[in-house]
């Protein structure tokens, strides 16, 4: 299971940090993601994680703004948000990779996922 937090109303150019805390079967999972879903258009990932090495992987609109992290200790991944924009404004998803553990390359598609968070709203005001 997974519980993401740290939504909210923020003005375009400032920073905000989501947490998603894992629990259950997605310890067997290799990966986590973010996900975002802005009103009238299609899921789309944002970023990706290894719980082993942290590496990481983003989408283009997000690379050099956001930073995905994890606590292994405490099972939870962030996503540190900065320099926002009206364009980030969604509702933002964890979810985790349900692909075999060995799998090297991350997916940025979401049928890859499962399973996911409740979602956590970032409005983004100009």
């Known amino acids: 299971q997974l519980q993401a937090s740290g939504g909210g109303l923020v003005q375009a150019g400032g920073s905000l940090t989501l947490s998603c805390a894992a629990s259950g079967r997605t310890f067997s999972s290799s990966r986590m993601g973010w996900f975002r879903q802005a009103p009238g258009k299609e899921r789309e990932f944002v970023a990706a994680i290894r719980w082993s090495g942290g590496s990481t992987y983003y989408a283009d609109s997000v690379k050099g703004r956001f930073t995905i992290s994890r606590d292994n200790a405490k099972n939870t991944v962030y996503l540190q948000m900065n320099s926002l924009k009206p364009e980030d404004t969604a509702v933002y998803y964890c979810?985790?990779?349900?692909?075999?553990?060995?799998?090297?390359?991350?997916?940025?598609?979401?049928?890859?996922?499962?399973?996911w968070g409740q979602g956590t709203l970032v409005t983004v005001s100009s």
């Open positions: 979810a985790a990779d349900k692909r075999p553990f060995r799998t090297v390359a991350p997916s940025t598609d979401s049928r890859d996922y499962d399973p």
